[in-house]
């Protein structure tokens, strides 16, 4: 099973979409995990992200869960300036 959370910058802090989350993403025991998913997952996102330099309700990241493999990718989005002089 592969489930998907946005990252997007809130007021002063990094928040995600208020999609519900499959409650297991969480709890390692159904698996036979030594750790949950999720803490990790952001752990990663917060020494990434400075949410000072977006803009409110920026998409800055998604979080791909592979709850299948207990495993986690992250995707960075990087906003480009096209203008050109």
Not at 13 to 30: A, Y
Not at 57 to 84: G, N, P, S
Request: net charge negative; aromatic share 8%; charged share 35%.
């Amino acid at each position: 099973m592969r489930y998907e959370k946005i990252v997007v910058r809130e007021a002063g802090s990094l928040g995600s979409t208020t999609d519900s989350e499959p409650p297991d993403i969480r709890d390692e025991s159904d698996h036979g995990q030594k750790m949950d998913l999720k803490t990790p997952a952001w752990d990663a996102v917060r020494a990434n992200i400075n949410p000072g330099e977006y803009e409110p309700k920026t998409h800055v990241a998604t979080i791909h869960y592979d709850l299948d493999e207990w495993d986690f990718v992250i995707e960075y989005l990087v906003e480009v300036d096209r203008e050109r002089a």
